[in-house]
């Protein structure tokens, strides 16, 4: 997979060295035509818009864009429409006032992680792509043009970079270990959303479910969390102790003894 950090003026500022930097990505200026490098060099572009960061396709792969922005209409109307009815508020366990802390292992672009914060939630999201995690790192450091209420949320998370099966498992660290899996491309591509079709190329689609929650049960204190398409088999070979359907998911919990 080919990747570049682009910027469309006729130098690349700070930011776009930074991150080329940190990532370890060659970079591409767009308006300059002494650049030693297209376009059509790369599968994807990380471009900075409106100061948010986006990750772009190229050529067959343009089927969309990526970014992390917690000011969408669309979640918050969800995070604030009797949440706490909905089946992820029961599949954690929320009761009365108690919160639970969760570790999100498999962020992808933070969505659920914010739901989980936005019902109190601590939540530490843990994901495995250094392109996804540069986009949550962005996405999370706009909390100043959010507003109070969406910043008081984005508190409540932290973003740390690393593959659950490579974490620390020697300790019972978290109350609830949240996972979810990439689901398996559909047939009819058309359903899917550009931003998940997007996330599916980019990341695939995980073929180490059980070892996955294998290690989540050795750090999760009281239970963990898979979000399943609906019709898809359990994340391993044993049965949720709970589940909890929806109208395309659900949300299938494994209590801890």
Known sequence: MRVAVARAGLNLAEREIKLSADL???TIELSSSYSPRKVSD???LLVYRDSRLLLQGTGDTAIGELCVD???AKLNRRANSSIRNQNIAKALGLKGG???AVLDATAGLGKDAFLMASLGCEVSLLERSALVHALLRDGLGRAGY???EIAAILLRMKLHFGDLLEFETNSKQFDVVYLDPMFPA????AKVKKDMALLQQLLGHQTDGAELLDCAKLLAKKRVVVKRAKLSPPLGP??????FK???SRYDVYLIA
């Open 146 to 148: 959010y507003g109070e």
């Open 42 to 44: 790369f599968d994807y």
């Open 186 to 189: 559909r047939r009819k591509s």
């Open 98 to 100: 108690l919160r639970p």
């Open 70 to 72: 917690f000011s969408d």
């Open 238 to 243: 044993c049965k949720p102790d709970i589940e």
């Open 24 to 26: 370890d990505l060659p």
């Open 246 to 248: 929806g109208s395309s």
